[in-house]
């Protein structure tokens, strides 16, 4: 029995590392925006949909994982371990993923979706190559350029689904925009030593800590006014309110990476990481609410 125990507890504990070093919970948590976008705007996204905003997602992070891994030592010595182990199988795990995510597209005849998807993965794959680099001249260019190309997933989406354009998928957009830029903004408080060698200019190395935590804590606040604004304009659902509860979840790890001796590997890449899995469930329980409470 005890062997068995030890067993399935390394078992468990590699299932995690790749859960989390291997980029699952963020190319689900990809998923989870694209999911919640759909149903403030009331798409209905079949399987095909949300197994390709999990494909392109994990390409791109292995991609940018691969070509990084050295120079994330310093800062990610755990992650950086863990994929040294597999880095010989990434770039073809790359290509079986872009196989499946073209076969897929090219099965369901979306042939605009796939050309702007490649689009999406040419600047994405340029990223670690060209665009970060530009963060050396233009003040926190990368984290903008990061928060762009997620917020452009909602666009993939309605291009998919043939959903037009409007205010409501504008105001979404936004809202996904600066959630990104609140939570990749916070990911280089890690980097900071890494990124200064690199001569990256990045928030917190221009403001410190203190006044660049105050900015996220106003960004963070912002972020929410889109939904508000189209709840008033009623292009989006009342439930969506409920999303408001996401500037608490963001208050408190703002606020914890204040104090002394706090790992801020594990609020960053589960804590922070893990967000966006909370959108659709915490969309769940606004319209569970609404319907039952009435």
Request: proline fraction near 2%; glycine fraction near 4%.
């Amino acid at each position: 029995m005890e062997y068995l125990l030890q067993k399935s507890k390394i078992f468990l504990t590699l299932l995690w590392n790749e859960f989390i070093y291997g980029g699952h919970l963020l190319s689900l948590g990809a998923v989870s925006i694209v999911y919640t976008a759909a149903v403030l705007l009331g798409i209905k996204i079949t399987w095909d949909g949300l197994l390709i905003f999990y494909l392109g997602p994990q390409a791109v992070y292995l991609y940018n994982r691969y070509k990084e891994f050295k120079e994330d030592i310093l800062t990610n010595p755990e992650r950086t371990k863990y994929i040294e182990k597999h880095v010989k199988m990434i770039p073809l795990l790359i290509f079986f993923l872009i196989l499946i995510f073209v076969g897929i597209l090219l099965y369901f005849n979306k042939a605009v979706v796939l050309l702007f998807s490649l689009l999406l993965f040419l600047f994405s794959f340029f990223y670690s190559l060209v665009f970060k680099k530009i963060t050396k001249k233009i003040v926190n260019f990368k984290n903008f350029f990061v928060s762009l190309m997620w917020s452009l997933l909602v666009m993939v989406l309605i291009i998919y689904y043939s959903f037009s354009f409007n205010l409501s998928v504008f105001l979404i957009i936004i809202f996904v925009f600066l959630r990104l830029f609140v939570n990749t903004n916070f990911f280089d408080i890690k980097d900071i030593e890494s990124d200064e060698k690199e001569g990256l200019l990045t928030l917190p190395i221009i403001l410190g800590r203190k006044n660049f935590l105050n900015l996220l804590h106003v960004i963070n606040f912002i972020s929410f006014v889109p939904i508000i604004i189209g709840v008033i304009e009623q292009i989006l659902p009342c439930f969506s309110l409920f999303l408001l509860l996401l500037f608490f979840y963001s208050l408190f790890y703002l606020e914890k990476i204040r104090k002394q001796n706090i790992n801020i590997q594990k609020i960053s890449y589960i804590m922070v990481d893990g967000e966006y899995i909370l959108w659709p469930l915490i969309l769940f329980l606004g319209k569970f609410s609404l319907i039952y409470g009435r």
